[in-house]
């Protein structure tokens, strides 16, 4: 249970995450309004009391209500919480921009970097709605499903003040669900972006029917590129080697329940792009992620190899298994890096 007082949370996002951290927040006894752009969608949620396109079998909370009208779902809200992806996070911030009070806290559980100016998710939100709004990110290794049946979940609540960062974890820390805390909101960022890319890659080499040995290795020198790229853009090592970093690799490279997993898979086994989008039935971050991403590395003279393969292989028709080649035929190096110092902000 919650060691803070009830709240009133806004979460905007009826997809797999959003309901999950609504189904969360409100066991904590926090009231909570759920938000979605398809009010057919969520008039169904609202009659059945579940949400059976994404969370077949999990009951919503009584004190869990369907607002189909965005502005009422915010005007006495408290916290409002983002879960939908990152191609349209600005749109959805500028819609709020009117309607947001500046004492309200802002979370977002997107992870992804903005496409064509590369900025990372805060840095839209403080263009937005600038620097003084109120503001936390949760991420870390979930699964929406797992989060909605109540399973032992641990989670990163970063945020570049303190105080909204303790009090984001003492909202949705409960006796199944713990939160930590950490002020590096750009290496937790860079995480969970690159981490849908990593769990492609994981995903084509497995599909293609290689071996546990690659999927370590990949994971490996995909942990070290992460550190790289968020060493560079100001980010601390020691975050990446915690719940938003190593952990959320972990989980999306191994498991099948990630979409991006599962994408990489179906490419590694022939599918087009598009039968494996189709068959996944969600929005894959990590195809944009793998452009966007690859395109920072290259403005800041950072090598990203396992990235920028699957850039290749995924927004320039290369083959798979001639991608792998080219990674395994790369000059041999020491496996330790000197990182360079932060790099201006892209």
Known sequence: ?????????????????????????????????????RAQALNKIEEQRENRRYLPGVTLPTSLYIEPEIGHAIERAEVVLIAIPSHVFRPLLEQLKNLIRPDV??????????????????????????????????????????????????????????????????????????????SDLTAVEIGGATKNILAIAAGIADGLGFGANTRAALMTRGLHEQMQLGIALGGSAETFMGLSGLGDLV?????????????????GRGHSIEQAVGAIGQVVEG???????????????????IIE??????????????????????????????????????
């Open 287 to 305: 195809i944009g992620a793998a452009r966007e991403v690859s395109a920072i590395a290259h403005s800041l003279g950072i090598e990203m190899p």
């Open 105 to 182: 806290i802002l979370i977002w559980a997107t992870k992804g970097v903005e496409q064509s100016s590369h900025l990372l998710l805060h840095q839209v939100i403080e263009e937005v709605l600038g620097s003084e709004q109120p503001k936390a990110l949760l991420s870390g290794p979930t699964f929406a499903k797992e989060v909605a049946n109540g399973l032992p979940t641990a989670v990163t609540i970063a945020s570049d003040r303190s105080a909204t960062a303790q009090t984001v974890a003492n909202i949705f820390h409960s006796e199944t669900f713990r939160c930590y805390t950490s």
């Open 251 to 267: 989980l999306t490279c191994t498991d099948d329940q990630s979409r991006n997993r599962r994408f990489g898979l179906a490419i």
């Open 1 to 37: 249970m919650s060691t803070t007082h009830s709240k009133r949370v806004a979460v905007l996002g009826a997809g797999s995450w959003g309901t999950a951290l609504a189904i969360q927040l409100a066991r904590n006894s926090h009231a909570v309004s759920l938000w979605g752009h």
């Open 309 to 346: 393969q699957v850039a290749l292989v995924l927004h320039h028709n290369k083959a798979p298994r001639q991608a792998v080649r080219d990674l395994l035929q790369r000059e041999r190096k020491s496996e330790h890096t000197t990182y360079c110092s932060p790099c201006h902000p892209v």
